[in-house]
C-alpha cells in the first residue's frame, strides 16, 4: 500500500498493534538500490508488518547541496517494495512533515540536536546541521509509526551511532538494528549519488574501496599505527580526487584512535567532480 498521510500511516499502525503485531521502520529517502533492499528484506524478515518511509528529507540538506536534483524515482521504489513483500511504503511530502508552509529554519520548528561531540567530526564537519535534520526526522517517523524494529545501513556509520546515542538518550521504545554495507562487485558501495557519476569518475570512485581495503589488509598483517595506514591511501589518489577526510574512530563511540585495534572503523569522504562519497569499514569486519 502507498500512502501518502500521517493519518492513514497512523489508521494502519493502530490495526497492527491491536493484533499484537510488531512492526519494522526502513527509513529511506527513496532512489532504493540492492543496499536499501537489504535493510527491507531484514526487516520483511523479522518483523510481522514493515513500513518503508521514501522522503527526501529538506532539513538534513545544506545549503548549496543537491535537494533540488536528488534522484526521486517513487514508481520504480514502490514496486521494488512491493515484490519485497513490504507492507506500507510512506512517501509524504515536505507540508505533510513540516506543516503549512513549511518553515524549515529552527526559528519555527522543534529540532532534535544529537551531541556535538558525535557531530563535529567526519561528515558532520562539512555538512553543519545535516545530523540534526536527520535526528529530527528520524524521530518523527519513530513517533508517526512506532516501530518494533529500525533498520540502518553501516553505509551511514557515523548516522548509525548518532541515531543509536539519540535511541537511547531519549528512551525511545525501538531497537536500532544495523546492517552491512551492499557493494558492487568491484567494491563500490551502493549509493544513490552513484547516478550522478560519469563513467569515468565511477572508475575514480573505486578508489575509496580499495583504500579501506588496503588498509584493512595492512592492519591484518600487524600495522596498527593509524598514521602509517593512512599514508597507504595516497598511492590510490590523484588529481581527480579531494580527500574530505580519512580517519580512524572507536566503531561505538567515535573517539580517536592512534592504535588501531579490531574496534576501530576507517572513515573515508572523498570528492570527485562534484559528487562526495563516503565509505568506511570495520577492521575486523569480514
Ligand atoms: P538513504 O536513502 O541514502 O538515506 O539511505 C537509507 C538507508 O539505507 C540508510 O540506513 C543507509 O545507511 C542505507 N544504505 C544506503 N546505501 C547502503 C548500502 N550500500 N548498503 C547498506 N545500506 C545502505
Redesign the pocket.
Given at each position: 500500500m502507498l500512502v501518502h498521510t500521517i493519518e492513514e500511516v497512523r489508521e494502519q499502525i493502530k490495526k497492527w498493534k491491536k493484533e499484537g503485531l510488531t512492526v519494522g521502520l526502513?527509513?529511506?529517502?527513496?532512489?532504493?538500490?540492492?543496499?536499501?533492499k537489504?535493510?527491507i528484506v531484514k526487516s520483511v524478515e523479522k518483523c510481522d508488518r514493515t513500513v518503508v518511509s521514501?522522503f527526501v528529507?529538506p532539513i538534513q540538506f545544506c545549503p548549496g547541496e543537491d535537494l533540488d536534483k536528488y534522484p526521486r524515482t517513487l514508481e520504480e521504489d514502490y514496486k521494488l517494495c512491493e515484490a519485497a513483500g513490504v507492507d506500507v511504503v510512506f512517501a509524504p511530502s515536505p507540508k505533510e512533515m513540516y506543516g503549512e508552509g513549511h518553515i524549515l529554519s529552527n526559528d519555527f520548528l522543534t529540532y532534535v540536536i544529537p551531541p556535538y561531540f558525535y557531530v563535529n567530526k567526519l561528515c558532520g564537519k562539512s555538512r553543519v546541521g545535516h545530523f540534526d535534520g536527520v535526528c529530527t526526522v528520524v524521530n518523527k517517523l519513530f513517533n508517526i509509526v512506532q516501530p518494533d524494529y529500525a533498520?540502518?545501513?553501516?553505509?551511514?556509520?557515523q548516522?548509525?551511532v548518532i541515531i543509536r546515542k539519540m535511541v537511547k538518550d531519549l528512551n525511545i521504545p525501538v531497537e536500532v538494528v544495523p546492517?552491512?554495507?551492499?557493494?558492487e562487485e568491484s567494491g563500490l558501495?551502493?549509493?544513490?549519488?552513484n547516478k550522478y557519476l560519469s563513467g569515468e569518475e565511477k572508475e575514480y570512485a573505486l578508489a575509496l574501496s580499495k583504500i579501506l581495503f588496503n588498509i584493512k589488509s595492512c592492519y591484518s598483517r600487524g600495522i596498527v599505527d593509524t598514521g602509517a595506514l593512512a599514508e597507504t591511501a595516497y598511492a590510490y589518489l590523484n588529481e581527480h580526487h579531494s580527500l574530505e577526510y580519512l580517519e580512524f574512530l572507536d566503531a561505538d563511540t567515535l573517539e580517536e584512535k592512534q592504535t588501531a585495534d579490531d574496534n576501530t572503523r576507517v572513515f573515508i569522504a572523498v570528492k570527485i567532480g562534484t559528487v562526495r562519497l563516503i565509505d568506511n569499514i570495520l577492521l575486523s569486519d569480514k
Open positions: 526502513v527509513p529511506t529517502m527513496g532512489a532504493l538500490h540492492a543496499g536499501h537489504s535493510l521514501v528529507n533498520f540502518f545501513g553501516q553505509k551511514d556509520a548516522q548509525l546492517c552491512p554495507i551492499v557493494r558501495a551502493l549509493s544513490s549519488r
